[in-house]
């Protein structure tokens, strides 16, 4: 496996910004760590490290764990009175590392829950392991959980262009852990719904406002759609750190749109005509309405949103 290093902030908010690290849960960590590299490098200085959390929070403004873990590593330190600060915010991260961890886990258990025997459920996108760097992710600690206990499954995991993560990453993830599986591009899910071939839809989260509305990868809307229109079930799972209660509403988020050479390219080879031009807004929105439960680490919340979100604070 290749070994990649991150020296300072800077490097670290182009990791993320062209997508090296990516996945919510990951650069929940990389926020979390990249305040451990700022103290590093800060020789002391506060203010430095507060700027650095500044430009990390810039980098993918829709998953809001990144705004999340930067803000609570540098409330932490703004209540810090002690010397030794970088060894305190060592300990910090690690803290909000296992924190989400166990979140995983224990939000996998009650979506398993979810799951009957012979289902196939559909994902979209990557919320998995590598994401999360733990048990299973987010969507995919469901559908793991559910997989141990037994139950015969299968997953149809659909990519996401242009980078594809279901193809690439989701499909190596269930792979490796023996779950059958079978990739899809994001146009199938509403025709194989019609066709009876798909009984659950679980997806990760980037973010959810307070109504419960769910900002996701953009393709998620669709499937929502297709599923309400076919009676499937569609859950999104997350965890009390991807709950925006300062959002009302999904629709008033920041949505980030990127390079549209994104689009227009594929490996860095242009695929269009040089005159053509594309649309990348890289997140969607799937109104509450469209979302049969939020599975989080304190159990499945229904609607309405705005009372059951409340129970996970
Ligand atoms: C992350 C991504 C999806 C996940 C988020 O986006 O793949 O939106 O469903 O789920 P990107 P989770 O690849 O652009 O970072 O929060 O569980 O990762």
């Given at each position: 496996e290749e070994i990649y290093t991150i020296n300072t902030v800077e490097e670290l908010a182009k990791s993320i910004k062209d997508m090296t690290i990516r996945g919510s849960g990951a650069i929940g960590i990389a926020g979390a760590y990249g305040i451990l590299l700022a103290a590093a490098n800060s020789n002391g200085d506060r203010n430095y490290i507060k700027e650095s959390g500044l430009l990390l929070k810039s980098?993918?403004?829709?998953?809001?764990n990144l705004m999340k873990t930067v803000d609570e590593m540098i409330e932490a330190i703004d209540n810090y009175c002690g010397k030794e600060v970088v060894d305190f915010i060592e300990e910090k991260a690690s803290e909000i590392i296992e924190r989400q961890l166990g979140y995983e886990k224990k939000l996998g258990e009650y979506g398993a829950e979810l799951i009957n025997e012979g289902d196939t459920i559909l994902t979209h996108c990557h919320s998995g392991a590598l994401a999360?760097?733990?048990?299973?992710?987010r969507a995919l600690s469901v559908i793991r959980k559910a997989f141990e206990q037994g139950k015969n499954i299968h997953v149809f995991t659909s990519e996401t262009r242009p980078y594809l993560q279901g193809a690439r990453i989701t499909a190596y993830e269930l792979e490796r852990w023996g779950i059958p599986h079978t990739l899809i591009t994001d146009g199938m899910s509403g025709y194989l719904m019609k066709l009876g071939r798909i009984q659950k839809v679980v997806v990760g989260s980037d973010r959810i406002a307070a109504n419960g509305d769910l900002l996701n990868k953009v393709g998620t809307y669709m499937h929502a759609l297709a599923a309400k229109k076919n009676n499937i079930p569609f859950y999104t799972a997350t965890s009390?750190?991807?709950?925006?209660?300062?959002?009302?509403?999904?629709?008033?988020a920041h949505v980030e749109y990127r390079n549209e050479k994104e689009v227009t390219h594929l490996n860095g080879q242009l695929?269009?005509?040089?005159?053509t031009k594309a649309l990348y807004p890289s997140f969607d929105v799937t109104p509450n309405?469209?979302?049969?439960g939020i599975i989080t680490e304190k159990g499945v919340m229904i609607s309405p949103y705005l009372e059951s979100l409340l129970k996970v604070k």
């Open positions: 980098t993918r403004p829709t998953a809001v999360g760097a733990g048990y299973g992710g009390s750190h991807t709950i925006d209660y300062d959002l009302a509403h999904g629709m008033d695929i269009t005509e040089a005159v309405e469209l979302i049969s």
